[in-house]
């Protein structure tokens, strides 16, 4: 693959040092940075010892992998974080009131950052341009590209071992204000299930499977639970339409579980926003034909999810109570993470022809001394997924199917998923309520 001339000027003059391209950046301004695995840290770092001659300069992100030094004490006045999905970096910052969460479902992320929060300056990884002058983001395309696209100066930093994913997944070397050169591995999430616990949630999971279904898969155990039950389930022509993938789909794809064959929309294709997992994954996505990633304003829209037929949404919470109500994104008052793409996936697949929604959780937390299904919420929980949207509740003791079920009905259905050690209590206390 041979770069024209032409393309290759233009990089040329835009290519540059961190240190410059950062001169970019200026007082009072709102500045996108990449997230997940496609942080780009050498942009970060110089934004950060820049930060000290800026006043107030707005950092949005979502979910990133690494060390977070653009969040902390010293920076106040400098540079503010705002996330719209807490992870674990910055989880002390937003509670102690250091950085800023802005709640938002992901699907309304990328139109959220056309208008409200309209970034000024983008920060993205992207893979090296092809002979037409294209990059890839690679590994990050939900709400990467919209940012970028919405920011009137892209700074890129080209990383020749960031994959080249196909899809909706390109920027022209033209958009891009400053370019700087890194050659290093894409940060490395390994996704195990080693608790013996999700293995069973996993296990349970899969009995509400058919052939020919379509996955939404959210992030950790539980999800690579079901990746692993599904090995040995003998369902075949399994599709994905998913915000996010990891390594355990390659396996089903090689196994021939997962083929993509009888998918409604984009047959043949693996379809998803953004990508975690190991360089195992990595290669196996590098222009690869059988893999799209996309923005999250179409994979996460549940009109879009709706039109698969046999969607499975998978998704996990925090704490459910015995109405049905799900926390997932707080416990009690300190936020947590973020509604993500739950709400938009457990409504896209009510809403799919033989569609299942499903919350799966382990029963208990903290060792097995506290019941995860609960009489009430925490004070100041959160209710990202409300009773009204919620199917199907699965723990490692069982599937409680909610859907058309009354409140009576509902709360002994998920009393007899709890554990048994909290039955009786939460018997008790449901009875207090006038539950049953």
């Known amino acids: 693959m041979t770069i024209t001339e032409s393309v290759e000027q233009l990089y040329q003059q835009r290519l540059t040092t961190a240190d410059a391209a950062l001169e970019l950046v200026q007082s009072h301004q709102r500045v996108y940075s990449m997230s997940n695995a496609g942080v780009p840290k050498y942009l970060l770092d110089a934004l950060v ?14 979910f990133t992998v690494g060390s977070s030094d653009y969040v902390s004490e010293a920076l106040r006045g ?11 970096n910055v989880r002390a910052a937003v509670n102690n009131g250091l950085a800023d969460f802005t709640p938002v479902f992901l699907s309304e ?18 893979s090296p341009p092809d002979e037409h002058g294209f990059c890839s983001f690679g590994v990050d ?28 997944s390109f920027i022209h070397v033209s958009r891009l204000a400053a370019i700087i050169e890194v050659d290093e591995p894409i940060d490395e999430v390994p996704m195990t299930c080693s608790d013996p616990v999700e293995l069973q949630v996993g296990a349970q999971v899969v009995n509400l499977i058919e052939d020919g279904a379509t996955l939404q898969m959210g992030i950790g155990g539980i999800p690579n639970g079901v990746l692993l039950a599904l090995r ?5 022509d ?9 390594d355990g789909v390659i396996d089903l794809v090689q196994a021939g579980i997962i083929t993509n064959e009888r998918k409604t929309l ?10 975690l997992g190991t360089k195992r994954l990595y290669d196996f996505i590098d222009n690869n034909p059988e893999v799209e990633l996309h923005p999250s304003d179409y994979v996460n829209d549940p009109f879009i999810i709706s039109q698969h037929d046999r969607m499975i949404a998978i998704n996990s919470a925090l704490e459910v109570d015995i109405t049905g109500q799900v926390c997932a994104d707080s416990i009690g008052t300190r936020f947590y993470s973020g509604a993500g793409g739950q709400v938009d996936f457990i409504r896209g697949a009510a809403r799919s022809n033989g569609g299942k929604p499903i919350i ?15 009489p009430t919420l925490k004070p100041g929980a959160g209710v990202v997924t409300t009773r009204n949207d919620v199917h199907y509740v699965v723990t490692e003791y069982g599937i409680a199917d909610l859907y058309g079920k009354n409140i009576r009905q509902r709360v002994q259905a998920l009393i007899s998923i709890a554990h048994p050690a909290f039955r009786d209590q939460l018997t008790a206390e449901a009875r207090k309520l006038n539950y049953i």
Do not use: C
Request: overall charge positive; cysteine-free.
């Open 266 to 275: 984009h047959a043949g294709k693996l379809v998803a926003g953004f990508l």
């Open 109 to 126: 992320v990328p139109r959220l950052y056309r208008t409200v929060l309209r970034p000024d300056v983008a920060l993205i990884q992207v």
């Open 141 to 168: 395309v939900g709400v990467s590209k919209p940012a970028a696209w919405a920011a009137q100066t892209v700074i890129a930093q080209v990383n020749k071992q960031m994959p080249r994913t196909l899809g909706d």
């Open 360 to 374: 799966a959780l382990p029963s208990t937390a903290s060792g097995g001394t506290i019941s995860r299904i609960v």
């Open 238 to 246: 399994l599709g994905v339409h998913t915000e996010l993938f990891s």
């Open 232 to 236: 040995n389930a003998g369902l075949r």
């Open 49 to 62: 010892q820049r930060a000290y001659g800026l006043e107030d300069v707005e950092v949005l992100h979502i």
């Open 78 to 88: 400098h540079l503010r974080v705002n996330t719209q999905f807490i992870g674990a």
